[in-house]
């Protein structure tokens, strides 16, 4: 069994940034590409970005140059850096993991608010 949880979600103004992070533990082999997703009221779930196993990154478009991800392997950790916040950066962000013998995880979910 996996579980993936995340923190750092909150309020904050547009302009600002957050750091959120995501901790996979369980029986763990290995972790392939991880990531994150995110999901506003009334709107589908989006890829936000992903990266492999070798730290190669994918962003959506709408985030390139404001949001970085990376991860810490030995830690099987994800990160996502968002800077220049926008109000429509608003939604719940979702981690997400593909991990060997198991397949797709996801986290709990973590609100993300931006407002004046």
């Known amino acids: 069994q996996v579980q993936l949880v995340e923190s750092g979600g909150g309020l904050v103004q547009p302009g600002g940034s957050l750091r959120l992070s995501c901790t996979a533990s369980?029986?763990?082999?290995?972790?392939?590409?991880m990531g994150w997703y995110r999901q506003a009221p009334g709107k589908q779930r989006e890829l936000v970005a992903a990266?492999?196993?070798?730290?190669?990154?994918n962003y959506a478009d709408s985030v390139k140059g404001r949001f970085t991800i990376s991860r810490d392997n030995a830690k099987n950790t994800v990160y996502l850096q968002m800077n220049s916040l926008k109000p429509e950066d608003t939604a719940v962000y979702y981690c997400?993991?593909?991990?060997?013998?198991?397949?797709?995880?996801w986290g709990q979910g973590t609100q993300v608010t931006v407002s004046s």
């Open positions: 997400w993991a593909n991990i060997m013998y198991m397949g797709p995880s």
């Open positions: 369980g029986s763990i082999r290995s972790i392939y590409t």
């Open positions: 990266i492999t196993s070798d730290m190669s990154p």
